[in-house]
């Protein structure tokens, strides 16, 4: 008759539970990455806002630095002025 080797049941449960332990975490990793990607294509847009807005005060105003806080704002001068 063969022998079956086997860990108590203690140990089994111990590895049972690390890996449960694991694979939520890995699960947890792979829903941070899905935000993580979305949030990326957010700030794309929201730079090619910025960059639009740039673009549409410029052809207004010039270039220029703009204070955020009151909306006033200074002409940046070319270096060659």
């Known amino acids: 008759m063969h022998k079956i ?6 140990e089994l449960k111990t590895i ?5 332990q694991l694979n939520d975490i890995l699960l947890q990793i792979g829903g941070l990455e899905t935000q993580k990607h979305s949030l990326l294509h957010r700030i794309k847009r ?6 639009e807005t ?3 005060l410029e052809e ?4 220029i630095n703009v204070n955020l806080e009151d909306g ?3 002409e940046i001068k070319k270096e060659d002025e």
């Not at 049972?16 to 449960?20: A, P, S």
């Not at 207004?60 to 270039?63: A, I, P, Q, S, W």
């Open 5 to 10: 080797n086997k860990i108590d049941d203690q």
């Open 46 to 51: 929201v730079n090619e806002g910025i960059e």
């Open 54 to 56: 740039k673009k549409s």
């Open 60 to 63: 207004k105003y010039g270039t």
């Open 72 to 74: 006033t704002y200074t």
């Open 16 to 20: 049972v539970d690390q890996q449960k």
